[in-house]
């Protein structure tokens, strides 16, 4: 067979061999199946840098003469139909795959130029226009009807499994390609999806996603049903909105046409293949539905082309496509969502992009709140589960967006990932909002809808998420529509937050005021700040918003000094002069900040200057701002009545000044002291230092001399000790020794709390792995959301480091120094940003790093220790650790075996009772063997 290829016939001898067309029946040669497999070996063997063998086939126009005739007659032999169908697969996959099989990218494709590249794009053309066949399409679809039907609900062979893949494999590569209103492939593509429709698609493929064995296909499913969307994710929500509100807040969803395009990596294989999916076009056409209007912009095509779509046409299309949303919604949506969820969580993870989860979350949530779907058909996806997938996906490809800048790598897969995370995140918030307030949900879906806030409630993770992101923000990299889109996100989970609140839901009290206090700086308040600049083009909601968020910040938490930059008080002024329309409570609050501003201005210009450049003051060991101690130095010089106090003040003012512009520099104190002179003011080196560490404010003293090789510590939590010192410290200890010593340090230092933390961090951890082989009754709460996909998955835990104080701790030498030696992995270590608990530490390892901190209780390992060693052992073992606040527990009542052990073994024994006896004599190794994981 491979002489047919090289002879000059080529592929045309080949065709001749397959077959041929009599009285309306296609009759296979004898050798039909021996052709058609070396057609497939030719395609998977070709040269990728010429692509000569899928070219000859376009040139000798075999599709349309030879594969299509047979798809259409010969479905009474699955095995000739089958490789048909797997040859045309292969035929119309997209140039990005066939470029990326290659390893090139699509930049470095154009800057080649691939020869082949134009050829293979007008093959595609071509074959899409060749499938508008409506009995080619009929054909495939019937196809799997009936393979579907002869199963009678028994599971499909593998072969007939493989089948049906290859047919959306087909169907998913005919919509991909590029659609554009420069020639009739718009006009194409609504072609093809009509007649799709038209041969009972939407039935056969939900039925298909209803089938036990969906996970064979579900990923390509899913990748089609994005497909089948593309250019008209808007008319499915601007039809029957009236209200111009909602008409701008559903546009508002849709972005220009660049951050549209969503990259949608497929891994290349016989099943799959990597794309780029633009999944959403440009919303000129949603504008003109929105003006009503009735006109076709599109160019007609020449000479009257019966591609030509007629409005009405348009308008059958349109009522396809609710009629499959609807029955997506209300009959696959949920099963889907998990397939992809589990996949995207387990090690086959690499099968597809999570943008398509994210992406059917965040439009279908939205068109099922639009359309008012009831909750009980789309209830399986309102769970702890997809909300604990969101917070671990946001987090996570927000510390890998970090590594990439670092690396100065590509960021748009990364931006694109965590906008569309947040996009999910926001669906799902508001649809759990609508659905908490329907008063028409039986008590079922009540008591449904008040375990999972419950569970909301009880996250850490979940709330600090935005946190993270708002900090994150940098507008040379993410865009404004990013940020609004998650502060307005951020600003929904505390309304619902405040809510549980009032309602008790949550087992642990929330604290709302110590939460918004992380929002409380100058660093999270320049990001507020920069999205209120366009106050006069955001819409109302964004606006308040950030109203409230401040609000709150220079009110509950008394932070108004957080404020005071120079883009937020231009901003508050522009505001008052562009007389828009502001409620009481916002004209106060930019009224008051103007107002302390001023004061502040008069009282202490050089710190006021510092502040609204947006320099965080400069904070002691004692954690007290700057401002906290020139108020406290105040107060001292007036007691004194020093005649020259106001000097002193105006001295300590510039000697700050310059020490926060010099700091970090080499000879910093000469040139102060040079810059002083020029005040009039003359002071050595020695009392330039001198004065600074009087003043707690010397933080780095490489520039001292004597020192300037010495390590400083830029925190809070800074000592007098040098670098040195501290390293002189640790040299006189033993191993053993450093972790009680940097505990003991730590507490010193009054970060009780911060050791409290990095506790809790141990006994989640040790609570994923324990809550593994729990049942959902025995848990005493859902598992940390971080925690336990990281646990799930065999990854070693992240530290999240959510906020300021948080992150400063990285840079305290003996917190550091306890990290190591506990046995962490640092991010140095790993090439990541946050360090990890490893992945191979047991529940009991956990345990004994936790128990180094303190006594531990119940409430916080949230599982009960000595049952668990009873369950695993059914023996006395010591534990390192004293358990408080549960009295029933000692160590006394662990001297004989419990009755509940016993029980269970009885249990298993009688389980067992009818096998043979070398397998009832297993009972017991097989009861001390179960453990958790």
Known sequence: MEWHIMNVGGVSSLGSNLGCLEESQYIPSDECKDVLLEIMQQLKDEDPRLRNVRRQIFYNHLVEKDLCVMIKFLRDDPEIFGLVVRILANLTLPVESLIESTGYSMAEASQTGMSWQQGVESSLHHYRTVFTDKSVLLSLLEEIHTLVEESEGYPLPEESCDVINQILLLLRNLLHFPSSSEDNSSREHEMFLRILFECDFTGRFIKLLQLIQREYWTVTAVQLVTLIFKGHTGEMFLQNVTDIESVTFIMEQSEDSDRECLMCGYQHSDKDFQCINYLEESISKNLRLRHGSSQDSRSSSPNGSSLEVSSQEQEKLHKYLEVFAVQFLTKAFCNTVHVLRNILTSQYKAMIDEVYILWLLAFFLKYARHQRVEFHYIRGIFSTDMFAFLVYKIVVNSEELVVAQRNKQDTTHHLR?????????????????????????????????????????????????????????????????????????????????????????????????????????????????????????????????????????????????????????????????????????????????????????????????????????????????????????????????????????????????????????????????????????????????????????????????????????????????????????????????????????????????????????????????????????????????????????????????????????????????????????????????????????????????????????????????????????????????????????????????????????????????????????????????????
């Not at 110590?514 to 308040?525: L, R, S």
């Not at 083009?537 to 308040?544: L, P, R």
Request: charged share 25%; with cysteine.
């Open 417 to 933: 990932r965590i906008h569309l995370t947040v996009g999910a995140m926001r669906e799902m918030l508001q649809g759990l909002k609508l659905y908490c307030e329907d008063q028409s949900l039986d008590k079922a879906n009540i008591a449904y809808l008040e375990n999972l806030q419950k569970d909301l409630a009880n996250s850490v993770d979940l709330p600090q998420m935005f946190l993270l992101l708002i900090r994150n923000f940098q507008m040379h990299t993410h865009s404004l529509r990013f940020l609004q889109d998650v502060i307005i996100t951020n600003h929904l989970l505390l309304l619902l937050v405040d809510v549980w609140r009032s309602q008790s839901i949550s087992k642990t009290e929330f604290h709302m005021l110590n939460h918004i206090k992380q929002f409380a700086t100058t660093e999270v308040m320049q990001k507020y700040g920069r999205l209120l600049e366009n106050f006069e083009y955001n819409n109302a909601v964004v606006n308040n918003c950030i109203f409230t968020m401040m609000h709150h910040v220079a009110g509950d938490c008394e932070k108004p000094n957080a404020l005071l930059q120079v883009q937020i008080l231009r901003t508050f002024l522009e505001i008052l002069d562009s007389n828009a329309p502001l409620t009481q409570e916002k004209t106060d609050l930019i009224e008051f900040i103007l107002q302390k501003f001023m004061v502040e201005a008069e009282n202490n210009p050089f710190s006021c200057a510092l502040q609204l450049f947006g320099e965080m003051p400069v904070k002691s060991k004692h954690g007290k701002a700057e401002e906290e101690e020139d108020e406290v130095a105040d107060d001292a010089e007036d007691e004194e009545e020093d005649e020259n106090g106001e000097e002193m003040k105006k001295e300590k003012d510039i000697l700050l000044m310059l020490y926060t512009e010099l700091m970090g520099q080499p000879g910093a104190l000469s040139a102060i002291s040079t810059k002083l002179g020029e005040f009039g003011i003359k002071k050595t080196e020695q009392q330039i230092s001198e004065d600074l560490k009087e003043f707690d404010w010397l933080v780095d003293e490489r520039n001292t001399e004597g020192s300037e090789k010495t390590r400083s510590v830029e925190s809070d939590m800074e000592q007098s000790n040098s670098s040195s010192s501290f390293a002189d410290d640790l040299e006189d200890l033993d191993d053993s020794e450093i972790v009680t010593y940097c505990i003991t340090k730590l507490k010193e230092m009054k970060c009780e709390d911060h050791l409290k933390w990095l506790q809790q961090q141990f006994c989640d951890v040790a609570y994923a792995k324990c809550a593994m082989s729990m049942s959902s009754l025995d848990k005493i709460e859902t598992e940390g959301f971080v925690a336990g996909l990281h646990v799930i998955q065999n990854k070693s835990v992240p530290l999240i480091l959510y906020n300021e104080e948080q992150e400063q701790l990285m840079h305290n030498p003996y917190f550091i120094t306890l990290l190591q030696f506990l046995g962490l992995h640092m991010p140095e270590d790993v090439g990541l940003v946050f360090p990890r608990i490893p992945h191979f530490w047991t529940i009991q390892n956990l345990v004994e790093k936790a128990s180094q901190f303190g006594d531990l209780t119940i409430d916080q390992l949230k599982f009960d220790p000595v049952k668990l060693k009873e369950g695993r052992e059914m023996t006395e073992i010591m534990l390192p650790f004293k358990l408080e606040k549960k009295e029933d527990i000692t160590f006394e009542k662990m001297k004989k075996i419990p009755d509940t052990v016993w029980i269970t073994m009885i249990q298993q024994y009688n389980k067992n009772s009818g096998k043979d006896g070398k397998q009832g004599m297993q009972v017991r190794n097989e009861f001390q063997s179960q453990a958790c994981p």
